[in-house]
């Protein structure tokens, strides 16, 4: 019986998640004025949304790729 190899990819997730959350704690918590923002520039909801789009493009990309690897490495996969 084969140990399945761990990735990286869950550890990263969890730094990204406590990172953003860091981020997030800091920039409700403290008392100035926002100079910039992309949001109050023109054409911020097209750059936003490609943004998103880019993101929703690699994340799916991730998703596919960990599924396939687990797809492979199963002891129920078909061995015809």
Request: aromatic fraction near 10%; hydrophobic fraction near 55%; proline fraction near 5%.
């Amino acid at each position: 019986m084969k140990t399945p190899r761990a990735g990286a990819g869950g550890p990263w997730f969890v730094v990204c998640v406590a990172m953003l959350a860091v981020g997030l704690g800091l920039e409700f918590t403290s008392d100035s004025v926002p100079v910039f923002w992309v949001g109050a520039e023109p054409g911020a909801a097209a750059a936003i949304g490609a943004g998103a789009a880019v993101f929703a493009v690699i994340a799916a990309n991730f998703a596919r790729f960990v599924l396939a690897r687990a797809r492979e490495g199963g002891e129920d996969a078909d061995r015809s």
